[in-house]
């Protein structure tokens, strides 16, 4: 087996105890591989291997890769600024770092004037001064995601957080989120939360889907 394979070996082990160990089906977990400052051989070689979606950072180093890369998706799971937003929305298949309003309010000018869909995620930081990850906190979701309304052209997917790690709590609170909010939408939202450290305690607390860099692909090699 590849080094890459191994790793992808490890990392499905890894999902499985977890998840047996709170009595959820191992198949209930996704993985999104993150190749940030990963090179496009080693995203090939993963797709190769049956992935065809992939998280990134950075706008400009991820539109590289998808012109590179055609045959498989990209998606933003960095922080997004507003001047960015429309090649964004040409690159990326879903924006996971919707954080605020007037964000929301750019993505849907551009989603009617390039006419596509495109899939979002609000991020969510309920944890404020620890983290400085970014996200919306809680007393801000109503105005975010009345921006949002309830456009077909960017469907909500659910909720994407980076809790501060070694606190189940803070894992608890995402899910919490996600069942209020599926209340008051009445809509299905799932949770993206957990990387390469902490996804045992993402899964044990709920999380639908972990988001893998260096345990998926090793360390990052180019620069930021
Ligand atoms: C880098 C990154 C990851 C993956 O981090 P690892 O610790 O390498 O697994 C996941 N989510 C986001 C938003 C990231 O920026």
Redesign the pocket.
């Known amino acids: 087996m590849t080094a890459l394979a191994d790793r992808i070996h490890e990392i499905r082990t890894r999902i499985s105890v977890a998840c047996e160990a709170c009595g959820r089906a191992a198949d209930s977990v996704e993985i ?1 591989p ?1 190749s ?1 400052r990963q090179p496009a051989s080693l995203i090939r070689e993963a797709g190769e291997l049956g992935f065809t979606r992939f ?1 990134e ?1 950075y706008v400009q180093e991820g539109s590289a890769k998808a012109l590179e890369l055609p045959h498989l998706d990209f998606v933003l ?2 922080p997004l600024q507003r001047n960015k937003a429309k090649p964004a929305m040409q690159a990326f298949r879903e924006i ?2 919707l954080d605020r309003p007037e964000l929301a309010t750019r993505l849907r000018h551009l989603a009617e004037e390039l006419d596509l869909v495109c899939k979002v995620w609000v991020q969510v930081d309920l944890w404020g001064e620890t983290t400085k ?1 970014g996200g919306c906190p809680e007393d801000g979701l109503p105005v975010l995601m009345d921006a949002l309304g309830n456009d077909a052209r960017l469907p909500l997917q659910g909720f ?1 957080a ?1 809790p501060p790690p070694e606190n189940p709590e803070a894992f608890a609170a995402v899910t919490h989120l996600r069942a209020v909010w599926q209340d008051r939408l009445g809509q299905p939202l799932r949770i993206s939360m957990g ?3 902490d996804l045992e305690a993402a899964i044990a607390a709920g999380s639908d889907q972990v ?7 090793g360390s ?1 090699t180019m620069a930021p």
């Open positions: 999104l993150i940030k998280g950072n799971t960095g996971y770092s990850v994407m980076i990387m390469s450290d988001r893998l860099g260096t345990a998926f692909f990052r």
